[in-house]
């Protein structure tokens, strides 16, 4: 008989205790329901955590930035410093060429008889800051540059680069073009052609080759940054 009322006891706990285990519907919905982001102008106002997740820790779509803010005039304020603005506001497009965006980036479309990045260069003058230039010597022509290599070297089939066909071509090492006496064929070192130019302070700025006794080449965007490079004392060494 004692058993049975303790049986009864339990299960009547059992039973009281469901309402703090188990809720109805409308209960269990208030819990499900998604908590809004904020949607703040400011990015201080904003919880860091989800917009530092979604577009900082990864690269986010719009679709996820408009989660976080909202409102799609803030959304496309952030979108747009996101996607890197509009690089083509400050025209970078040179020579009347037009410009379009791209994402973190911008393209340029030069007008006829200009190319480059930004449409700097003219197709039939030559530059020295031309990445895509000629190796050894460029002359401007009527529609585009003209390349020519030096003595011992011929043009390559891009008509840019120059491929040496001589042994004894100027910058080819060889010892049987090189004419020394014993004594300096000891000490002649690997590249004994080649030079630094040094300022006063005694840092380097430039490279060259020696031609003559008293001429060194260097060059053309090494003149051009150092124009007054021919009044350098010269110290023989």
């Not at 006891?9 to 809004?36: Q, T, Y």
Request: aromatic share 8%; glycine share 8%; net charge negative.
């Amino acid at each position: 008989m004692a058993g049975c009322v303790r049986l009864l006891l339990l299960l009547l706990g059992l039973h009281g205790a469901e309402p703090s285990v188990f809720l109805s519907a409308s209960k269990a919905s208030d819990v499900l329901v998604r908590v809004k982001r904020a949607g703040s102008y400011l990015l201080e106002e904003i919880f860091e955590g989800n917009l530092e997740k979604e577009c900082y820790e990864e690269i986010c779509v719009y679709e996820e930035a408009r989660e976080v803010f909202e409102v799609d005039e803030t959304t496309d304020e952030f979108w747009q410093r996101y996607m890197g603005g509009s690089p083509c506001v400050s025209q970078p497009c040179l020579n009347n060429g037009s410009c379009q965006d791209n994402i973190r980036s911008y393209t340029c479309t030069c007008s006829s008889g200009y190319e480059g990045k930004d449409c700097a260069f003219a197709k039939n003058e030559c530059h020295p800051l031309r990445t895509d230039g000629c190796q050894h010597f460029c002359h401007p022509g009527q529609d585009s540059y003209i390349c020519s290599c030096a003595q011992g070297y011929k043009l390559g089939q891009d008509y840019k680069s120059c491929i040496p066909h001589d042994k004894c071509a100027c910058g080819m090492l060889n010892s049987e073009c090189i004419r020394a006496t014993q004594r300096s064929r000891r000490n002649l070192q690997i590249f004994p052609w080649q030079v630094k130019l040094i300022d006063s302070e005694g840092k380097d700025f430039c490279g060259g080759v020696i031609i003559e006794e008293n001429f060194v080449l260097t060059t053309a965007k090494c003149s051009l940054l150092h124009r007054n490079i021919s009044d350098f004392k010269k110290i023989p060494r």
